[in-house]
Structures are given as C-alpha cells and as structure tokens.
C-alpha cells in the first residue's frame, strides 16, 4: 500500500539544515543525504508498518522510525488517516524525541 504523505514544516527546515551543513564538511556530501533520506522515505510510504512503534507510546497516534543508512539519521514518522507525517530527520545521538512537540500539530 502506497501512502500519500508529507513533512512538518520543521523537519523539512532541519533536513536542508543537515544538508548544508554536510556540503560545508565535504561537497557533494549533503545530495548523498537527501538521496539516502529520500529511499528511506520510499521504503516507508510503500510500508508504513514495517518498522515498530517507538518504545513508551503512551497514546496514538504511534511514532514510528526508519534509520538512514549510512547516515546516523532517522525518519520519524506517523500514519494518520492514510497519510505519512514526518516529524523529523532526527540525528540517532542527539537531542532525543526533541519532536514529541510536533505530534498533533503539523
């Protein structure tokens, strides 16, 4: 089952953000990351389910995530009424669930 889906305003800002800040590091850097987010996103839209609820859901709706590989990167995620939301491209080591904000207001 393919999804429709779409970003938080904020998970968009925070990938061009990484993006950039990559590119700064070594060119060409931040396009592998956009391409490796993009055939995260792919895999999720086709499969939401695959990937297991995040441990200490304490309501819906469930917070799911796909990493990034190679990337220390995480597509967090939500499926709500048909439609993929990302919350997030969180880094896998720091500021962890910072997003939980974002639930229910995107």
Do not use: K
């Given at each position: 089952?393919?999804?429709?889906?779409?970003?938080?305003?904020?998970?968009?800002a925070e990938l061009i953000s990484a993006a950039l800040e990559l590119?700064?590091?070594?060119?060409?850097l931040g396009d592998l990351l956009v391409d490796a987010v993009e055939k995260s996103l792919a895999s999720i839209i086709d499969t939401p389910q695959a990937w297991p609820p995040l441990?200490?859901?304490?309501?819906?709706?469930?917070?799911?995530?796909?990493?990034?590989?190679?990337?220390?990167?995480?597509?967090?995620?939500?499926?709500?009424?048909e439609m993929v939301l990302v919350l997030a491209y969180a880094h896998e080591r720091r500021r962890p669930r910072y997003w939980e904000n974002r639930l229910g207001r995107s």
């Open positions: 089952m393919t999804l429709a889906w779409r970003e938080h305003p904020d998970a968009h590119d700064e590091i070594h060119p060409g441990p200490g859901q304490a309501q819906p709706p469930q917070v799911r995530s796909r990493s990034v590989s190679p990337f220390p990167l995480r597509v967090v995620y939500t499926v709500e009424s």
